[in-house]
């Protein structure tokens, strides 16, 4: 399995991927309002034989004093490839790609069960909040930089597509 960033050709493939990962269009339509806003994404696909099999990708989300920090979402592999890692390959890669770009945490709004895995733990630990009512467990950072989020309090603000895009 290849783990590399999204090229042109993959786009119609991640739609695809999205669609059939999820029980409605959104979060490929979410995926393609987000490459159209012109804010520096990080898009990363999973590959096995020239096939798109999982796809994830962060962008900037805003917390007070514009710290460099990105949100996780969505995250998609193909229901074949589920439960065989993949989603565990693209998630420590783009964390990798996250910390080389100079972002400083992750956010994401995920199940509690999985992200921990990966360093996450819930935001309310540093005094950060999420601006969608969640249940606190849900709602996860991962510093990148150590002691970057200390003394660093507020409510995480995602791009305004998360707000317009529906399915």
Partial sequence: ???????????????????????????????????????????????????????ILFSPVALAGGLRIMGLAPMAVLPDWQNRGVGTKLVNAGLQACEEAGYIAV???GHAGYYPRFGFVPSVNYGIKSEYDVPPEVFMVKELQQGALKGRTGTVKYNQAFNEVTD
């Fill in 1 to 55: 399995m290849n783990i590399r960033f999204e090229q042109p050709g993959d786009i119609e493939k991640i739609r695809e991927l999205n669609l059939q990962a999820f029980e409605t269009d959104a979060e490929a339509n979410l995926v393609d309002v987000l490459r159209n806003t012109a804010v520096e994404l990080i898009s990363m696909v999973a590959e096995e034989n020239g096939e798109v099999i999982g796809h």
């Fill in 107 to 109: 956010v994401v709004l």
